[in-house]
């Protein structure tokens, strides 16, 4: 029995020490505008997505939850925030449907195309790059912003300018990604200083403690890791691809995919797209670039 | 197929990782856990609560909780720095020992007392008779089992890439990322574990066989 106590109280210790990893919390991981006027007695003709809201009376949209400024779920209060999490808002609205009505589920970008197929989701806004392969398999709206990949660096780090100072130096980004698989193929760096993980945040954390030198994904995301520790994170600000996000749908719904983008459509030209852009990403101080939409 | 021939380089990648992770730490924790199976049938009260401990804390804990620990946790102690990949051994040999230690003893168990004592007659020492008569008896029965617990090993490794540890379960991440088939992709990853899993499953028959103890 004192040995069960004993173990027990070691199991503890372990998962103490597990958790101590991050000191702190940053107060402001999101931001978010005014509600967004919602639109009423929306008919959209021959959408089975939307045919299949208005049965459940609310929505299911795919975000993630790690990545502040863009999507961030706070773990106190469990509320979501950020840029694509706003986006998300609108478009909900413009259905007819206000954020009360939304229920955000987090899908990791490796589940996301199975989650569309399998409908588990009716739309996704998360950092999801609109390329020809998954175009196969879902459809995109947008783009409704346009990112490119770039490197995030300690703030006192002036060894890495751009993607070309990689040698040597330990990058880290998540498993399998395309980011990390540009660095592969194009040798930045040599394979054993390749560091991959589930997630950017403990990409970050291990950036903050000196084991990994460089971070790399979109720059939109890092962007909002900087904004979180302006003292101590840098984003490098050279570009070396263009990724433009897509909300993504299921597959061969364009009547819901023409309203989704109208819906940006309009947002971009009435200026709901900047306000959105300056109460979340722009916050980090970086300029907005409006992004054309691709129509098909 | 063409999952499968497009992406070869990651796949034979993938599985070459899986198997290094896999032949390290099964060497190390059938070491590790025959000598915590001796501690726990030492006579030294000591040891033996040091055996019960061990593997009472480790085979409660989730592997996965393991390999955070010494990933995350870990280099905050600032002892010995290890590479991913050895952390993942480490993580993977403490975690298995446990279960080769139970499985040991309950070896160790089968062997009837009465040799125990006759080796004592004879004069031999603790070391000695676990060493020449228990041992070699107690190993011979428990194949099967420890061939369980070294299969469970090789499907355990596909934690590693979660941490940093690019192995057959990151194989995965990276198809989805291509958008390729994903059915198929996996049904490839759960071939290959097939392949590797075969030659453990004739090595239990062939010891089995070639072990057998007469009683």
């Known amino acids: 029995m004192r040995v069960r106590t004993l173990a027990a109280l070691l199991l503890a210790g372990g998962l103490a020490l597990t958790a101590c990893g991050k000191e702190g919390t940053p107060g402001d991981t999101g931001g978010s505008t005014a509600a967004f006027e919602v639109a009423k007695d929306v ?38 925030s950020g840029f694509d999490i706003e986006i998300a808002k609108l478009v909900a609205a413009k259905l007819g449907y206000p954020a ?21 989701v009716d739309y996704y806004v998360g950092t999801y790059t609109i390329n020809a392969a998954r175009k196969e398999k879902v459809s995109f709206a947008g783009p409704y912003l346009v990112a490119g990949q770039d490197l995030l660096v300690k703030k006192a ?21 395309t980011p990390i698989k540009r660095i592969k193929d194009e040798k930045l760096t040599e394979p054993e200083n390749i560091v991959e993980f589930q997630g950017y945040s403990q990409c970050v954390t291990k950036l903050l403690d000196g084991e990994v030198d460089a971070v790399t994904t979109d720059d939109a995301i890092l962007k909002g890791y900087a904004a979180q520790e302006p003292e101590k994170l840098k984003v490098v600000g050279k570009l070396f691809s263009t990724e433009p996000y897509g909300i993504g749908l299921a597959k061969d719904d364009k009547v819901l995919r023409d309203k989704v983008n109208d819906t940006l459509q309009a947002a971009l030209d009435d200026g709901t797209w900047l306000k959105i852009y300056d109460s979340t990403l722009g916050k980090s ?12 | 197929m063409g999952v499968l021939t497009n992406n070869l380089t990651l796949f034979r990648d993938g599985f070459a990782t899986t198997l ?69 051994i480490v993580a993977l040999t403490l975690y298995t020992s446990a279960f080769i230690c139970e499985v040991v003893r309950s070896g160790i168990n089968t062997v009837p007392v009465g040799q125990a004592e006759a080796s004592r007659a004879l004069g031999l020492t603790f070391p000695q008779m676990l060493g020449s ?63 590797l899993v075969i030659p453990l499953t004739l090595l239990q028959r062939v010891l089995e066989k070639r072990w057998s103890v007469a009683r």
């Open chain 1, 43 to 80: 008919k959209i003709e021959g959408s089975p997505t939307f045919d299949k809201i208005k049965a459940r009376g609310a929505l299911v949209v795919g975000v993630k939850e790690d990545q502040p400024f863009l999507g961030y779920k706070d773990p106190t209060t469990g509320q979501y």
């Open chain 2, 20 to 88: 290094q992770l896999f032949l390290y730490s099964a060497v190390l924790s059938l070491l590790l856990g025959t000598f915590l199976a001796m501690l726990r049938v030492s006579p030294v009260p000591v040891f033996r609560a040091i055996g019960t401990t061990y593997v009472t804390v480790v085979r409660n804990s989730p592997l996965t909780l393991v390999f955070g620990f010494f990933v995350f946790a870990y280099p905050y102690l600032e002892i010995i720095k290890f590479d991913f990949f050895t952390s993942a």
């Open chain 1, 157 to 177: 780090d002036s060894a890495i300018t751009s993607k070309d100072t990689l040698k040597g130096k330990k990058v880290c980004s998540v498993t399998g990604s």
């Open chain 1, 285 to 296: 101080g970086a300029k907005s670039e409006k992004p054309a939409l691709e129509r098909y």
């Open chain 2, 133 to 195: 008569v228990v041992l070699p008896q107690a190993l011979r029965s428990v194949v099967p089992p420890l061939v369980s617990t070294l299969i469970a090993l090789l499907k355990n490794t596909t934690i590693a890439a979660g941490f940093s540890v690019s192995e057959a379960g990151a194989i995965r991440d990276s198809l989805s990322e291509q958008g390729a088939n994903m059915l198929l992709g996996l049904t490839w990853i759960a071939f290959g574990f097939v392949v």
């Open chain 1, 100 to 120: 009360d009505k939304i229920q955000f589920r987090t899908i990791q970008s490796a589940a996301r195309e199975q989650a569309l197929i399998n409908g588990d």
